[in-house]
């Protein structure tokens, strides 16, 4: 069996393969990395605990498999190139040489700071390299790692270091994004006011703005980097330990901190990254995502470095200085395979041609897509002119939990089109399922997404919490893995993913819980009850739309609207801000006091004819008052 798959025809050939004998196929696959001391079984599972162990009693350390395995044959190979925010400021570029030096280093850093094998460390950190280093310094150690989005709020950093109980926190004095600069430090002195369980705090130097330092907690990285030698043999980790943790929404309540474990993790990263891109010996990948979002752990960090690649790391947003950017940068640095998101290409499309006009796009051959459904405008503005017309491109569906692309061309090997997933990846079983729970069968069908059967990279638990882990995903339907996401099946079998169906927004490929924001909004104490539901927005994708009920009319609707944005923002983050909020005197609710969601995504969508039966509701005037005072702009 290949490795990388070659043809349609063995596509087909290995996926049945994996179907009837996965833990054979698994076991192909895995044998293609390097095991300290193999397994000694494949696969061990039930969906109903759920309890699921890959290549258990095989030993390894991950970064051995992305950093010194590559040493001989490709050391002087570029492993990570980086793109500054600032186009002016020099790009850097680090071989597997010198990757794997500065991970050792920095390794040493941690161990010489008290990190140890177990340890959960928390990551808040701009897109710089020193960012990858840290990351995979932890996975050398054996430590975990929880890396949180650089644009999140000090509430939902310590939210999240308290779940974990991290005892270590690496950052940096602030951020370039754009024409800002965002201060990090402050922001995580703030968060670690309420998690006494930190006791240390390693800060690089990147936009050199003051920070304060406090005594005994607070290190400097250059400083710390200094005492140490390269010298670090990886500490050898059990397959099912856990590598690391990334929080993730769900429908309900807080972020919920998704686990996967060392050996699962890196094979299912690895094959897909190999397979799905088809990459190839010399060629450069670019992934526009950021690393505090599973794309970027596993599609700029551990995908492309487990098979040799070189992966291009990017510190700004595709805007800046211009809508051209993310072009300029194929062009720079050659790239050959540019993975992005659908909110990236709308806007950019929208931005204008000229910005696309004249750009050295001829080095590209493959062309990806990640995060929310695309929409056929811009599948085909991407691939018109940015893929020259004649790039594959791969839309890829996954999630957080799955660790891995799932459903997905391959890229030159099997076909696409527009807004189409297409098949999914050998040793991965979809199914649609109805409400019942019931296997929809044959095609030209649409139902619930689930998956039948486990694959390395799924989810193994959430952080502190297996019940939370069971009751979100196994147990809607018994023995499946329920991905929250709507699907449909058409006559030819190929998946096309329509969106979510439970209550998470999807907000330029950022998942938001309506809850999340609902609980952040009702902290305003001029208010009593809040809904908050997704709408079709050009550019995000969904925008989000927020009902409030008043305590008293308020006097300054605006001034009211500022407010509770600046608390969204605090309580989780910008990106989380309401894109419309309308006040109401009551919201739909039946008789048993549940609101209807149903009935406010309508009116937010401007639906008034498709609202349905309101005679259940315990007001049915409200509807009438709603769709009123709907806000179109
Ligand atoms: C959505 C991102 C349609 C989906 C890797 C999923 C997609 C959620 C696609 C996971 C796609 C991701 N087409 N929808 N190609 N890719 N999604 O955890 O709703 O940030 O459940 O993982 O994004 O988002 P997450």
Redesign the pocket.
Known sequence: MNYQIQSFAEYEEIYKYSIENPEAFWAEVAGHFQWQKPWDTVLNWNFKDPNIKWFEGGKLNITENCLDRHLESLGNKTALIWEPNDPNEPSRNLTYKQLHTEVCRFANVLKNNGAKKGDRICIYMPMVLELAIAVLACARIGAIHSVVFGGFSAQSISDRIQDAQCNMVITSDGAFRGAKQIPLKPIIDEALKTCPSVDKVIVLARTKSAVNMTADRDVWWHNEIAKVNSNCPAEITDAEDLLFILY?SGSTGKPKGVVHTCGGYMVYAGYTFSNVFQYQPDEIFFCTADIG???GHSYIIYGPLANGATSLMFEGVPNFPDAGRLWDIVGKHQVNILYTAPTAIRSLMQAGHHYVENKNLSSLTKLG??????NEEAWHWYQDNIGHKDCPIA???????TGGIMISPIAGITPTKPCY?MLPLPGIQPVLVDEKGEEILGNDVSGNLCIKFPWPGILRTTYGDHERCRTNYFAAYPNLYF???GCLRDADGHYR?T??VDDVL?VS?H?IGTAEVENAIDMHHGLVETAVVGYPHDIKGQGIYAYAICLEPPEDENKLRAEILAIVTKEIGAFAKPDKIQFVNGLPKTRSGKIMRRILRKIAEGEFENIGDVTTLLDPAVVEEIKAGRLDR
Do not use: C
Not at 369 to 374: K, R, Y
């Open positions: 993730t979002w599973v794309t897509s990640v995060g929310e459904p695309i839309d890829t569906w996954w999630q957080t939990e997933a991905t929250g996401d993913i969106g979510r999807n490929g998942r």
